[in-house]
Each structure stands twice: as structure tokens, then as C-alpha cells.
């Protein structure tokens, strides 16, 4: 505490004490409050007791005030703070989410372009080996014949015979396939008709002798086995179908 100032209106006291003496709670503001002598408090000597203790007891009002109004603020700033952090959040979880599903449909595009190409390629491939397989066995079809026409003629016996064996087995390895047996429907589509003639004994276009075998691999035909046809002598109503076939010059022109 400083001395007292003579003044014309009396002594000034300057309190400069950080704890109020009567509330005992830390002074807010100026940590001095100059009073004029006589209004220094109501433990004070020489002032009188009523101002004294008014002017320290709205001290300890503003004080306490101040005191619960700093809570509320704070709680209300950090509330503030934790919506805000919040609202970042929810923005920052919607862009990932909407980069996952960009990423997402980009994998999957790539994924259905990848399955189409491996099958395309697996086609393209298949298709290669088939075309490389049936260019080879077509240029091995003569040796084919000239094996089936020694075994007709009972030429295909000792070494021969186990040779053509086993080139006839490895050919069924690589898919080919003969076909042709007498007594089937012709088909002109597998069928290649050298002969044509008339038989009471069909009811239809019939193979009657294989002239030469015919070969396939898988649904391509090498070769179309070659026939004598035989057509029913008389026809649905009953009408002979003897007529000379192939058909005349005057027939044809007929």
C-alpha cells in the first residue's frame, strides 16, 4: 500500500493487491482501484464500515459473475469446435466414399475388358490350332487312302501294318475322325454323290457304297466322303422312279 497524498479532497488510497482481502477470490481487471480515503473497506481502518462494504461486496459479485461466465463461453467454444470437426469429418468420409466408387467401377470395367480379351484370345487360339491341325491331316489324307486300299487288298501285314497303326492313332489323337458306313441317309452336305441309281429296297436317298471315306475334325469337314446313292424306284404316290438318271440332253432341256 503507498502513503497517503495530501489532496484538496483528502487521501488517496491505491490498493494493489491481487486477492481481494474479503471475498478472497483473485481480483479481474486493474490489480489497483485507487479510493479515496475513508472508502477503503470495511476492515479497513479509519473508513466507514457501510461503503467499505458495499464497494467490496460488488467486487466480489463481478468476480464471481466473471467466474461463471468463463465456463459457459469455453463449453460453448469447444462445442462449437467439436461440430465443426464433426461436419469435416462427415465431408471427408462422403469424397472417399465417392472415390471408392469411382475406384470400384474403374476395377470392374477393367476386370470385364480383361475376361472379354483372355476369351477372345483363348478363341482366337483355339480357332489357330484347329486351322494348323486340319491344314496338316488334309495333306495326309492320300496316305490315308493308300493305307485303306492296301488293307482292302490284304497288302497291309507285318511292319507295314504296325506303321499305319500307329500314324492312324495318332491322327485320332489330333481329332480326326473318318465317317462314311453304307446304309446311312446321304446328306449333301457330308455326302459327295459319284453314282446314282434305283433300289426297291430304300424308302429314301440312301448310301448304298462308300466310295472313298470321308474325314472330319470336330464340326469342319476335310472331306466329303464320296457315295453311290440310291433313290426308292417308285415314289410317294406309288409311280415308278426309273427314270434314267442323270437326265438326257432332250430331258434336260425339256
Given amino acids: 500500500m503507498t502513503a497517503p497524498e495530501d489532496s484538496g479532497t483528502g487521501p488517496v488510497i491505491r490498493d494493489h493487491r491481487r486477492i481481494d482481502p474479503v471475498t478472497g477470490q483473485p481480483r479481474r481487471g486493474r490489480h489497483a482501484a485507487s479510493q479515496p480515503a475513508g472508502t ?14 458495499s ?4 467486487e466480489a459479485r463481478h468476480g464471481k ?10 463449453a460453448e467454444a469447444e462445442q462449437a469446435e467439436t461440430k465443426a470437426a ?10 472417399l466414399r465417392v472415390r471408392l466408387a469411382e475406384r470400384t467401377a474403374d476395377l470392374q470395367r477393367l476386370q470385364a475388358e480383361y475376361a472379354n480379351y483372355r476369351k477372345r484370345v483363348d478363341r482366337d487360339r483355339a480357332a489357330v490350332r484347329e486351322h494348323a491341325v486340319a491344314g496338316a491331316l488334309t495333306e495326309l489324307l492320300p496316305v490315308l487312302d493308300a493305307i485303306g486300299q492296301a488293307r482292302d487288298h490284304g ?6 501294318k504296325s506303321v499305319a497303326d500307329s500314324l ?3 491322327l485320332g489323337k489330333l481329332g480326326l475322325v473318318s465317317y462314311g458306313q453304307r446304309g446311312e441317309a446321304f446328306d449333301p452336305k457330308v455326302h459327295e454323290a459319284l453314282t446314282h441309281s434305283y433300289s426297291p429296297d430304300v424308302t429314301e436317298d440312301t448310301c448304298v457304297e462308300i466310295l472313298q471315306p470321308g474325314y472330319k475334325v470336330g464340326e469342319r469337314i476335310l472331306r466329303a466322303a464320296r457315295v453311290a446313292v440310291a433313290e426308292p424306284a417308285t415314289g410317294p404316290d ?7 438318271w442323270p437326265p438326257s440332253a432332250e430331258e434336260a432341256d425339256d
Fill in 238 to 244: 406309288g409311280s415308278s422312279n426309273t427314270a434314267e
Fill in 40 to 53: 477503503s473497506g470495511a476492515g479497513r481502518p479509519g473508513g466507514p464500515g457501510g461503503s467499505g462494504a
Fill in 65 to 74: 459473475a466473471n467466474d461463471v461466465r468463463e465456463p459457459e463461453v469455453a
Fill in 86 to 95: 464433426e461436419s469435416a469429418d462427415r465431408l471427408a468420409a462422403q469424397e
Fill in 168 to 170: 492312324q492313332a495318332a
Fill in 155 to 160: 497288302e497291309l501285314s507285318g511292319g507295314f
Fill in 55 to 58: 464497494g467490496a461486496g460488488g
